[in-house]
């Protein structure tokens, strides 16, 4: 599966764009890009996928480079509910485990 | 009721206690997963299996067992526990196909004494 590099932390005001990062520069190309999400201690949730296109759904909009060697998570307004670990998964089609680096510490402040 | 419910969501037990953690889903998934996540870490992965049939072992699989009961059942054993297996324990169901449908329990916070 393919490494990634995500910063540790970031800060975003409340009501603002939050655009969190993603390095997988040895993504292949069958491997998904996932992102999920861990607030506090609680199981991580699922926020979105995706291949190739851009996606969008009602938690967030997923940017992924032409290269697919990046990604960019989007959260459009971001809330204090936001606060959480934020997780990039590459996910092959064949043997779907998902394995959890570091991820990046988002701390939205008011 | 959770799609994918964790028994204990506590638990403090002596070192060299033998010790189950359980869970079940709804989901109807064939795909099921233990994780351990360390304070301050991402997760790691303890056991997985693709079936009632199959078990594999993850990247930390020294220390513990498994049990596929059935397809709605798969429970984590410490056969004799050390304080260095304190963590937040975590089970997990996913679909054969993507999306995968990935879904978390709340959790076991286990401490070992």
């Known amino acids: 599966d393919a490494k990634t590099t995500q910063p540790p932390s970031m800060d975003c005001a409340e009501g603002r764009a939050a655009n969190l990062p993603c390095n997988h520069s040895t993504i292949s190309g069958n491997e998904y890009v996932y992102w999920y999400r861990q607030i506090h201690s609680q199981g991580p949730q699922y926020i979105i996928h995706?291949?190739?296109n851009n996606e969008t759904n009602e938690m967030a909009s997923l940017i992924i480079t032409e290269d697919r060697k990046s990604s960019t998570l989007i959260l459009p307004h971001a809330t204090l509910r936001d606060t959480a670990v934020y997780y990039c998964?590459?996910?092959?089609?064949?043997?779907?485990?998902?394995?959890f680096g570091g991820g990046t510490r988002l701390m939205v402040k008011p | 009721d959770a799609d994918v419910t964790q028994t204990p969501r506590n638990r403090i037990t002596k070192t060299g206690k033998r010790i189950m953690l359980e869970c079940s889903q709804t989901?109807?998934?064939?795909?099921m997963y233990w994780y351990r996540q360390d304070p301050g870490l991402g997760l790691q992965l303890i056991y997985y299996?693709?079936?009632?049939?199959?078990?594999n072992k993850g990247e930390i699989s020294d220390g513990y067992s498994v049990s596929r009961q059935a397809q709605a059942k798969f429970s984590l054993s410490l056969e004799s526990a050390i304080p260095n297996q304190t963590a937040l324990y975590f089970c997990?169901?996913?679909?054969?196909?993507?999306?995968?449908?990935?879904?978390f329990g709340s959790g076991t916070r286990l401490t070992v004494v």
């Open positions: 995706g291949l190739k």
């Open positions: 998964i590459p996910v092959s089609g064949a043997g779907n485990m998902l394995t």
């Open positions: 997990a169901t996913s679909d054969n196909t993507p999306p995968y449908g990935y879904t």
């Open positions: 299996s693709f079936d009632v049939k199959d078990i």
């Open positions: 989901k109807g998934h064939d795909r």
